[in-house]
């Protein structure tokens, strides 16, 4: 038999998990981890997350028009429980937690070395139906570690532990 859930459950939950990296106009880095992510469009190839406005790394990607969305494998749990719960608001999360990363090719903003996976995005639009403003990037570029791709440039996600 089944009941009603509670209406403010959260009610999707995406997998896997995904950490967002962001860069201000001071050049400092932040991430933060983000369960609001989802497929927008095929052609031209176009995702979305979602950032509360209460978060630091909001008007970061606001400003910056631009974010990369990270794939973290499970040996990464440390950093992405850090950077879920802590603030760049607060401090330089990438200093205290010893985050290794790259600048992105096409956008201004970090790639955290350590993730398998790394999606390059700019802001083409953005709308604010609740909590979350809902941005939709435009997928630039998509980095991957070469031992997850095949010989014709796709991805293995099955070979990868993501969280
Ligand atoms: C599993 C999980 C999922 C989260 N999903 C989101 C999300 O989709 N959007 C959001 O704004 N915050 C989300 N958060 C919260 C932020 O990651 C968290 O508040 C972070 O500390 C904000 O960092 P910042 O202030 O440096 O931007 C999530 C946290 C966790 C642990």
């Given amino acids: 038999m089944k009941k009603l859930a509670s209406n403010t459950v959260l009610c999707v939950q995406p997998l896997p998990q995904t950490i967002v990296s962001c860069r201000d106009k001071d050049g400092k880095n932040n991430a933060l981890v983000v369960g ?9 190839v176009m995702v979305m997350v979602g950032i509360t406005p209460t978060r630091y790394s909001h008007h970061i990607v606001k400003e910056s028009g631009c974010f990369v969305i990270n794939f973290p494998k499970k040996s990464y749990k440390k950093e992405y429980g850090y950077l879920g719960s802590a603030s760049g608001r607060d401090e330089d999360k990438f200093a205290k937690a010893d985050i290794k990363w790259e600048d992105a090719t096409y956008v201004d903003a970090p790639i955290l070395t350590d993730c398998p996976v790394s999606i ?3 802001v083409v639009d953005s709308t604010m139906p609740g909590t979350h403003e809902l941005f939709i990037g ?26």
């Fill in 36 to 44: 609001f992510v989802a497929n927008v469009s095929l052609d031209p």
């Fill in 120 to 122: 390059e995005c700019s």
């Fill in 138 to 163: 435009k997928v630039e570029a998509i980095h991957v570690d070469e031992e997850y791709l095949d010989a014709n440039g796709n991805i293995l996600w099955d070979k990868m532990d993501l969280m």
